[in-house]
């Protein structure tokens, strides 16, 4: 059975970092594209970033560019998402993903996707 199970949410000050661990089981991650995804009250899951490393391809979203990394390990099946200078506006539920498409032009939708984590709470408050 395919689970994804996402872990390292918080509260962090503006400014902080927090890395995010998404382990998959059930399956090899290394033959799906791993997405990032986050949501916040009353807006729309948004994508953050997404990665096939059997492809070489990562991808993030512009407003995250230079702040935010993501990246696997393939031996522990994990993909991490390591958050820096982050915001206010970075606070939200962050949920990983996972699917067969390659981080194509539409790795930003949540519909490229066909397996979803529980999420984890980030909030950015002094």
């Known amino acids: 059975q395919l689970q994804l199970v996402e872990s390292g949410g918080g509260l962090v000050q503006p400014g902080g970092s927090l890395r995010l661990s998404c382990a998959a089981s059930?399956?090899?991650?290394?033959?799906?594209?791993i997405g990032w995804f986050r949501q916040a009250p009353g807006k729309e899951r948004e994508g953050v970033s997404c990665?096939?490393?059997?492809?070489?391809?990562?991808k993030l979203a512009d407003s995250m560019k230079g702040r935010f990394t993501i990246s696997r390990d393939n031996a522990k099946n994990t993909v991490y998402l390591q958050m820096n200078s982050l915001k206010p506006e970075d606070t939200a539920i962050y949920y990983c993903?996972?699917?067969?498409?390659?981080?194509?032009?539409?790795?930003?939708?949540?519909?490229?996707?066909?397996?979803w984590g529980q999420g984890t709470q980030v909030t950015v408050s002094s």
């Open positions: 059930g399956f090899t991650s290394d033959y799906y594209s």
């Open positions: 993903t996972a699917g067969t498409a390659p981080c194509g032009s539409r790795w930003w939708h949540p519909s490229e996707y066909e397996h």
């Open positions: 990665i096939r490393s059997s492809y070489g391809i990562t």
